[in-house]
C-alpha cells in the first residue's frame, strides 16, 4: 500500500496546484484550490523575504504550500557570449542586457522566516533540502516535500528526511526540476515506476496531466497518490498568467524544452525566441533569467508573443478558463467514477 502522509491524507481531492513562479501562482489562485478540497501552492522562487510574508500571511487559516527554488552553483558557462549572440534581440525591445543582483534568489533569508512563520508545508526545488534544514522543518511542524525527477534524486531526498516526493515528468509546463540541470526525457510513468523502485516515500505526479481522467490511473494503479497540475490552471481567473499567454496557449504550435529564456531547461510555447536561440543557450541559472530579464518584461507590455517566456505543458490545448474550484469539483467527480 502507498504510503501518505497527513496533508495528503486531508485532501479531499488529490490535486496540488504547481507552484508557478514569476506571476501565474497567486494568493488568490491556491486559496480557491485548498478551499475546494486540493491543496494550493504559493511559488516562493524569484520574490524577496517580504513579498513572500505578504503572500503567506494573507493565506493563514487554511492549508497550503510554498516551493523554494535550491540556489544553483555557477556553472562556468560563458554568459557574456550568450549576451552578444542576442544582441539583436535586446535591440528590437530597445532593452539593455540585464544584470545579476544575486545569485541565490534570498533563499538563506527565505527559508529562515519559514522556520520562525511555520506554514504547513514546504517543497523544494532544482534539490533537495539538506538533513539539517529538513529536521529545522520538522521542528516547527512543517511538512517536507522534494520534486525529483529520477530514482537517484528520490534516494538523495528520502535520506535527507523529506516526506514525500513530487515526482515529474518531461511533458510539465515550466522548469524542469532536476538537481543538476539536466533534461531527462523518461516519460512520466517511466520516471513514476522508477522512483516507486528506489524509495518508500509517498509520489505526487506532475507533468501533462489536466483533468481527472488523466490523474485516474496513476492513483488507482498506486502509482502516484496524487497529482500536481500547473498549465491547467493557466488559464483560471485567478491566475496571474499574462493576457498574451492565455492566448497563445490555444495558438501556439506546440511546447518545447528551452533553456534560451532562463538558462535552465523549461518547457514553454514555442515561439520565434526559443526557435532561434535554444541550440546556444548555456546552462547558466539565474544568470540567464536576469540577462533576458527586461526583454521578456517588454514583450509582455507589448503583448508580443515572440520574445516572452510563456511556460506550459504538453497539455496547454486543453486548458480552460474556468474558476479552479469548478474545475476541482469537476476532477473530483471524474476521479470518482
Known sequence: MIRSTVILDGLRVPVISAPMAGGPSTVELASAVSNAGGLGMLGGALL??????????????????????????????????????????????????????????????????????????????????????????????????????????????????????????????????????????????????????????????????????????LVSSGLAHAAQLGTAFLDTPEAGTRAVHREQLRKASGTAVTRAFSGRPARGLVNEFISENSDVAPLAYPDVHYLTGPMRAKAAAAGDPSGLSMWAGTGHLRARAVPAAELLAEWAQQLRR
Not at 50 to 68: C, E, P, T, Y
Not at 203 to 209: E, N, S, V, Y
Request: with cysteine; aromatic share 8%; glycine share 10%.
Open 48 to 217: 524577496d523575504v517580504d513579498k513572500l510574508a505578504a503572500q503567506v500571511d494573507s493565506m493563514r487559516g487554511i492549508v497550503f504550500g510554498v516551493n523554494l527554488f535550491i540556489p544553483d552553483d555557477p556553472t562556468g558557462a560563458d554568459v557574456a557570449a550568450y549576451a552578444r549572440h542576442l544582441e539583436s534581440w535586446f535591440a528590437r525591445y530597445d532593452v539593455e542586457p540585464g544584470e545579476l543582483p544575486r545569485r541565490d534568489d534570498y533563499y538563506a533569508d527565505k527559508f529562515s522566516w519559514l522556520v520562525e512563520h511555520p506554514v504547513p508545508l514546504v517543497t523544494s526545488t532544482f534539490g533537495t533540502f539538506s538533513a539539517a534544514e529538513v529536521a529545522a522543518l520538522h521542528e516547527v511542524g512543517t511538512e517536507v516535500w522534494c520534486t525529483v525527477t529520477s530514482g537517484s534524486e528520490a534516494q538523495e531526498a528520502q535520506a535527507n528526511g523529506v516526506d514525500a516526493l513530487v515526482v515529474q515528468g518531461p511533458e510539465s509546463g515550466g522548469h524542469r526540476g532536476s538537481f543538476d540541470g539536466s533534461a531527462p526525457n523518461v516519460p512520466l510513468t517511466g520516471v513514476l515506476e522508477a522512483v516507486r523502485a528506489a524509495s518508500i516515500l509517498p509520489r505526487i505526479a506532475a507533468g501533462g496531466l489536466m483533468d481527472g481522467h488523466d490523474i485516474a490511473p
